[in-house]
T-cell receptor
Framework: GQQLNQSPQSMFIQEGEDVSMNCTSS?????WLWYKQDPGEGPVLLIA?????ELTSNGRLTAQFGITRKDSFLNISASIPSDVGIYFC??????????FGEGTQLTVNP | ETGVTQTPRHLVMGMTNKKSLKCEQH?????MYWYKQSAKKPLELMFVYSLEERVENNSVPSRFSPECPNSSHLFLHLHTLQPEDSALYLCASSPRLAGGAYNEQFFGPGTRLTVL
């Protein structure tokens, strides 16, 4: 089956720094989604990407759908303490089945 | 209530107990899902329902029994669970079952289950 490799597994940064994380797949997807999960909560959708090469922003967050359709990255600019959480990528090829990455744990030191 | 809600938020049960998890979506969606989230593992899809009909069952043990009485409600009935079943159980919904643009899944807050 499809597998997603998400990296890094964890990041420790200072407030104000920029963050970059990515996901790569062994096969293509038609949709890439990025979610954030706070402790004790469910994942919340941040950005959805539908076309290869698409670059989409949501405030300080920017995500891109790789041109090969096998990868995606998420950037967070000027991080703040409330950015702390686990960030998940998810790919979708057909139907509504999502394949999730293992997550990137982000810690922001004030 | 808005979005996807789940009750209870926390549940502790013994291996001989029978309990149920409830999910309700207020988004007018037609597809609903149960996921299991264990520490340091990707989300595991358990069941998929479309218009109250189960369309996917990913080799989940029979001690987990889903029920979807209508497109807004989804239950997960639990009986004779094992300690390794302790996890966060997430419910999600999407507008429809077919993939494609603008068909993202929206998640509830989850039920933290502990099996003693």
């Amino acid at each position: 089956g499809q597998q997603l490799n998400q990296s890094p597994q964890s990041m420790f940064i200072q407030e104000g720094e920029d963050v970059s994380m990515n996901c790569t797949s062994s096969s293509i997807f038609n949709t890439w989604l990025w979610y954030k999960q706070d402790p004790g909560e469910g994942p919340v959708l941040l950005i959805a990407l539908y076309k290869a090469g698409e670059l989409t922003s949501n405030g300080r967050l920017t995500a891109q759908f790789g041109i090969t359709r096998k990868d995606s990255f998420l950037n967070i600019s000027a991080s703040i303490p409330s950015d702390v959480g686990i960030y998940f990528c998810a790919g979708q090829l057909s139907g509504s089945r999502l394949t999730f990455g293992e997550g990137t744990q982000l810690t922001v030191n004030p | 209530e808005t979005g996807v809600t789940q009750t209870p938020r926390h549940l502790v049960m013994g291996m001989t107990n029978k309990k149920s998890l409830k999910c309700e979506q207020h988004l007018g969606h037609n597809a609903m899902y149960w996921y299991k989230q264990s520490a340091k593992k990707p989300l595991e899809l358990m069941f998929v329902y479309s218009l109250e009909e189960r369309v996917e069952n990913n080799s989940v043990p029979s001690r987990f029994s889903p029920e979807c009485p209508n497109s807004s409600h989804l239950f997960l009935h639990l009986h004779t669970l094992q300690p390794e079943d302790s996890a966060l159980y997430l419910c999600a919904s999407s507008p429809r079952l077919a993939g494609g643009a603008y068909n993202e899944q929206f998640f509830g807050p989850g039920t933290r289950l502990t099996v003693l």
